[in-house]
């Protein structure tokens, strides 16, 4: 069966298109707000949402998205909430859903059922920075079985035994880390980007998305070049509460140099 | 993960490297003051009326505690691996001092992270670290406590991971750190072993310490393990007390979880969300636990506990009167835990304390619990 994900990905570049795939935090800063928001990002020409589920221990992630993880957990939002809220927004949008959460919550829910739930509430992907492909064997296996598509990342400073792990396991697209660091840092992106990335689709056949590090059009546009999808996280989470026009027009600018 | 693979890489050659050991032996002896004595505390033994009680004297090692002898094998290596930077996480400071130590030592730059509530309750440690020329970088996200200072560590570690050795300072973290910590704390029981048969021309009865990440618990206990007859027991931060909440015995009250890339015991709610800690001592207040400790509670090998903050601080004043001995706060709580069991055992009993570090770093602390203006 063909995810969500693959789908959309397909028309994209069957169109000779790039996917914008923005990343939200679930509940920041609050939970009707962020209803608001992924109608504003699927109008405004967002391909796939990244939502964020607030952990404690955020690694991965810079001062932008632990501020804004701090802010949902006030809210009281947990994996269990994240998952009845996408079931509830499967009622309005069917645009294609990743969550983005740590292992710790995923563990503690349970494996198995993490899957079947996530799934049924209508969940196509799941991004957790800090359970490595090598880890992973029982989740793989789980969401594979509910067709939930797991997402692995690859740095800069992977190597190719790495790669060759990633390219195999990680369904949907894979994620490629613009550099090595933390998300929400200024972009430097490495001078080996596209070997690399040329590297990684020597191997398989799955999209290639770039993320951490990018916050404007330019950037966005500059990724775009040599890449199948543009995730822009802190850069959108940093403007969550400006007027909805003010947003509009950034979310559009992004929208127009992802091609 | 390719760092950890280097990293695991440049370890094992390194062991089988004589260049390498030969060096770390060297400075073990005339750097760090290698070996610590192994002390009979006569006076204690005498005023709890039971076992004999011996002290492991890391707290007389270079900088003050055991943890320099990680430390030091840890600024070796990066050393050897071509990097140029230490970084490290620091709790109560010692750490911090004893990586600030190896990087001036082999002569790396080096960055400390140190939560917001311990700078305020470790600042004479704090200062030690900046003499020796390491920059404290202070972490007020989250409990602002040895936790959030390991992310941020982490954090910049996965920024700057070509030229920067991350200085895990206890036996957690991703594989290789745990076996890694382990294997340079061990000379702690090896060394003990042949000195409590010289003392005593048998093996103890009972080893005592106190676990926070467990460094030097599992330094004094792995070259016993393989003895049954010695009892080992690992004395975890029971702060207020378990029922309060307000504590850091993840034995006592946590369950299965990861944390910073580790599966062990962890204080977490429903959710898997980390739950806040709490002891009077720094170096304990952490909300997971090495794995290795873990495995060895689960297969009853180590029975583990916990000491209250006011027990600890009842033992940091006993020791201090009866040895002349001011010991670190978290030491006191493997003290705590030999008050309460010698006087319980007859005098032909023998009982291994680890005495960990040196009060000194903790003598401002307690005179602001005690209300004393210093």
Same mark, same amino acid.
């Given at each position: ?35 608001? #928001? =992924? ?5 405004? /020409?967002? $391909?796939? +949402?990244? *939502?964020?589920? &607030?952990? @404690? ?81 029982? #989740? =793989? ?5 509910? /067709?939930? $598509?797991? +997402?692995? *990342?690859?740095? &800069?400073? @992977? ?101 | ?374």
């Amino acid at each position: 069966m063909t995810s969500r994900i693959t789908a959309r990905f397909r028309e994209i570049l069957k169109k000779d298109k790039k996917a914008f795939i923005p990343y939200i935090m679930t509940g920041h800063p609050t939970l009707q707000r962020t209803r608001e #928001l =992924i109608k504003l990002l699927e109008d405004s /020409g967002a $391909d796939i +949402i990244e *939502l964020g589920v &607030p952990f @404690s221990d955020p690694l991965a992630d810079g001062p932008t998205i632990q501020k804004a993880a701090r802010t949902a957990l006030e809210q009281g939002i947990t994996l269990h909430k994240v998952i009845d809220f996408v079931a509830d927004l499967r009622n309005a949008t069917q645009i294609p859903i990743i969550l983005m959460t740590y292992y710790n919550p995923v563990y503690k829910y349970g494996e198995e059922l993490f899957s079947r739930e996530a799934s049924a509430a209508g969940v196509d992907g799941l991004i957790i920075p800090d359970l490595p492909p090598d880890e992973a064997a029982n #989740l =793989i296996a789980y969401s594979k079985k509910q /067709g939930v $598509d797991t +997402i692995f *990342l690859l740095a &800069p400073t @992977s190597t190719h035994e790495r790669i060759e792990k990633v390219a195999k396991v990680s369904r949907g697209f894979i994620y490629y880390v613009s550099m090595t660091g933390i998300t929400g840092s200024d972009l430097s992106m490495d001078a080996s980007i596209e070997s690399h990335i040329a590297a990684i689709r020597k191997k398989c056949s799955t999209p290639v998305a770039v993320g951490f590090g990018i916050s404007n059009a330019d950037e966005a546009s500059a990724v775009a070049k040599f890449a199948d999808g543009v995730i822009v996280g802190s850069a959108i989470v940093k403007q969550v509460e400006k007027p909805d026009d003010e947003l509009r027009t950034y979310l559009r600018s992004l929208r127009e140099a992802i091609r | 993960m390719p760092a950890l693979s280097e990293l695991e890489a440049a370890y094992t050659t390194a062991g089988k490297d004589t260049v390498f050991t030969e060096e770390l032996a060297l400075l073990q002896t005339t750097y760090i003051g290698r070996p610590t004595p192994l002390y009979f505390a006569k006076r204690l033994t005498e005023r709890l009326g039971g076992a004999k009680i011996y002290l492991k004297r890391e707290d007389l090692a270079h900088t003050g505690a055991h943890k320099i002898n990680n430390a030091i094998g840890q600024a070796l290596l990066a050393k050897k691996m071509g990097k140029q930077r230490l970084i490290a996480e620091t709790g109560a400071g010692q750490h911090g001092v004893a990586t600030a130590t190896g990087a001036a030592l082999t002569g790396l730059s080096c960055d400390i992270y140190m939560g917001s509530d311990d700078i305020a309750r470790q600042s004479l440690n704090v200062f030690r670290m900046k003499l020796l020329g390491a920059r404290v970088i202070e972490v007020s996200t989250g409990s602002r406590t040895l936790k959030d200072a390991i992310n941020e560590g982490l954090r910049d570690w996965t920024t700057n991971v070509r030229t920067t050795h991350y200085v895990m300072g206890t036996v957690f973290g991703p594989h290789p750190f745990p076996m890694m910590v382990r294997d340079f704390q061990a000379v702690i029981g090896k060394e003990a072993k042949k000195q409590i048969m010289k003392a005593e021309g048998r093996l103890p009865d009972y080893l005592i310490a106190c676990v926070g990440g467990g460094s030097n618990s599992i330094g004094l206990f792995f070259d016993f393990l393989a003895h049954d007859s010695v009892r080992m027991i690992g004395v975890e931060a029971g702060g207020r007390g378990i029922a309060s909440g307000e504590h850091a015995a993840r034995f006592a009250g946590g369950s299965i979880g990861i944390l910073q890339g580790t599966k062990s015991y962890l204080l977490q709610d429903d959710d898997g969300n980390v739950l806040g800690t709490h002891s009077v001592s720094a170096g304990l207040d952490y909300a997971s636990v090495g794995p290795e400790h873990a495995f060895l509670k689960d297969s009853g090998r180590v029975e583990y506990t916990y000491a209250e903050d006011n027990e600890a601080l009842g033992a940091f004043e006993m020791l201090s009167r009866t040895e002349g001995i001011i010991p670190a706060l978290e030491s006191s709580h493997a003290l705590a835990e030999a008050i309460k069991r010698a006087p319980a055992l007859s005098k032909e009993y023998v009982i291994v304390v680890n005495l960990s570090g040196r009060g000194d770093k903790d003598v401002q602390h307690v005179a602001r619990i005690k209300g004393i203006e210093l």
